[in-house]
């Protein structure tokens, strides 16, 4: 008889332990991630990281990724909804997606806007990303570096590319790298061949500049109309390119034409993508901006952990957006809780910063991080 009550005491504690364990873990509840796109390398790598993290927190996890087509994207969200996701993680094409975050506030489940703020809703309450401001104001800065601009005698011109009018973050880089810019281009220094908007809020002179849904292609048609139209008589000494993908587009026009080739405009970007930097380290890209969006993905994850546990948020290496940079957080129908984590600038004197944070550690060979 003491035997089996011993049994049945071993029992009831192993299964009061596994209760301890999947409580205090992710309990085996799912979060569904919802990629935009993977035409743009960074993204795959994201979700990646998205379900890895949400794993090592006992959360079950599953990635998609949406082609850049908001209907797709939201087929893969009611589908994570309809397997009972607790947490959405998001980053979203356009607008179109809000009518599905309301289907998952209804369905108190949580939503986090994953690096691309989630316009024109008011069913969630949280977003973390970098801050984008900051990331025109590293690409700005590095053209004037790049240009040497405070000591030039003459001025020097540039041409300006945006990223994706249906991405918000599209809007703070830009405005970011013209805070730098447009005081060089206010007293000469620095001239503008194309359209010039002095700011986002120009929006007809944004849209010309802009690129939709970050397509590569769309940017190097548009550089090379620009070579063969109004910078046709001039030779640019800089590009503004928003990210890497649509930089190395843009090169890949200049390359084509002999008065660039081995002079190529100071060209920043964005995402330190792992063909960008190997542009970076052969002279050709002059900058990018490094975003660890493994940092980013595990941050996300954290978010969504103490908010599914009811816990107070705080997020190592994040924080909230306030004064100004709240704005990063506004929907157009309420300000969410924006956490930002910083972003680097990365030319070709510190690219092992990538390295250093194993970012290309899925590339490596056997480990031996790569001499650049
Ligand atoms: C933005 C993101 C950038 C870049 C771009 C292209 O939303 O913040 O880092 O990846 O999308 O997809």
């Not at 999947?22 to 379900?51: F, Y």
């Not at 030779?235 to 993908?245: G, K, R, V």
Request: hydrophobic share 45%; with cysteine.
């Amino acid at each position: 008889m003491k035997k089996i009550a011993a049994v049945i005491l071993v029992l009831a504690m192993a299964a009061s332990m596994v209760m301890v364990v999947s409580c205090k873990a992710g309990g085996g509840q799912m979060i569904g991630v919802a990629m935009p796109e993977t035409h743009v390398q960074r993204w795959v790598k994201d979700g990646n990281s998205l379900v890895e993290e949400a794993k090592k927190l006992g959360y079950r996890a599953e990635a998609q990724f949406g082609d850049a087509n908001q209907g797709t994207q939201n087929q893969q969200i009611q589908s994570f909804l309809t397997q009972g996701a607790k947490a959405l993680i998001v980053g979203c094409i356009n607008d179109g997606v809000a009518p599905v975050i309301a289907e998952a506030a209804r369905d108190n489940v949580v939503v986090i806007a994953y690096d691309r703020i989630i316009p024109n809703s008011e069913d969630y309450d949280y977003y973390i990303t970098f801050n984008n401001f900051k990331v025109g104001v590293l690409q700005a800065e590095s053209i004037v570096a790049g240009l040497d601009l405070d000591a030039a005698t003459s001025p020097k011109y540039i041409t300006l590319f945006a990223g994706s009018p249906t991405d918000g973050n599209a809007f703070f880089f830009f405005d970011g790298a013209m805070s730098v810019l447009n005081p060089y281009i206010d007293s000469g220094k620095l001239v503008v061949v194309g359209p010039y908007p002095r700011t986002s809020s120009d929006t007809n002179n944004f849209q010309r500049i802009a690129t939709e849904n970050w397509q590569a292609p769309i940017a190097k048609t548009r550089m090379e109309n620009l070579l063969s139209n109004d910078a046709r008589n001039v030779t640019l000494d800089a590009i503004l390119a928003p990210n890497d993908t649509l930089a190395r587009a843009i090169l890949e026009a200049c390359k084509a034409d002999a008065k660039y080739r081995g002079n190529l405009p100071i060209i920043s970007g964005q995402d330190a993508e792992w063909d960008s930097a190997m542009s970076i380290k052969n002279g050709e890209q002059f900058s990018t901006v490094f975003k660890d969006t493994a940092k980013l993905a595990e941050a996300a994850i954290i978010l969504a952990d103490q908010v599914l546990k009811g816990q107070p948020v705080n997020i190592p290496g994040a924080v909230l957006a306030t004064g100004d940079l709240a704005e990063i957080g506004n929907t157009g129908r309420k300000y969410v809780n924006a956490y930002l984590l910083d972003p680097i600038l990365v030319t070709e004197d510190n690219l092992t910063v990538m390295l250093d944070a194993g970012f290309y550690d899925d590339r490596l060979d056997g480990g031996n991080p790569l001499r650049w």
